[in-house]
């Protein structure tokens, strides 16, 4: 690959890097790789995160055999965790989904800070107690648990 073809493609990405950082050094208080770490992390109730695990099991429809959740009751922040020695911030969350089948089931779900697309912001991991059908959470969604 030549030099000019290498540069046509990355001197766009570059300049698009320096808009972004001369934007997010005026409104510091925006920004998400901010000092402040408290605020990295929606909280286990906010509206973005309750679609978000929704979602997250709407996504996989032939594992859940179909099952959606509703609604979600009973949410608490069961454990924050911030380290000095890593980027990522995790919140440990729990409560009660209602199903489209009618039943109710523990939900416990996990944010995770620069988890996203290019660790570019958050992201979630759902499990619906009992319905882990191949423990990829473990039983009773105990990876979802701060140890």
């Known amino acids: 690959m030549s030099f000019f073809r290498v ?5 766009p990405v570059l300049a698009l890097f320096g808009f972004m ?3 997010a050094a005026a409104d510091e208080h925006r920004l998400y790789f901010s000092s402040e770490r408290s605020n990295q992390l ?6 973005s995160v309750q679609r978000a695990v929704q979602n997250t099991v709407s996504r996989a429809p032939s594992y859940f055999n179909g099952v959606r959740i509703v609604q979600l009751d009973k949410i608490r922040d069961t454990t924050y965790r911030s380290s000095i020695s890593s980027a990522v911030t995790r919140r440990y969350c729990s409560g009660t989904a209602s199903l489209s089948d009618g039943s109710r089931v523990a939900v416990k779900y996990l944010l995770e800070a620069h988890a996203g697309v ?3 912001s958050w992201n979630v991991e759902t499990c619906l107690n009992h319905r882990d059908k191949w423990y ?3 039983g009773s969604c105990r990876t979802l648990t701060a140890q």
């Open 7 to 11: 540069a046509r493609f990355a001197l």
């Open 21 to 23: 950082t001369a934007t």
């Open 42 to 47: 929606p909280g286990c109730d906010a509206s």
């Open 118 to 120: 290019f660790g570019i």
């Open 136 to 138: 990829v959470y473990g």
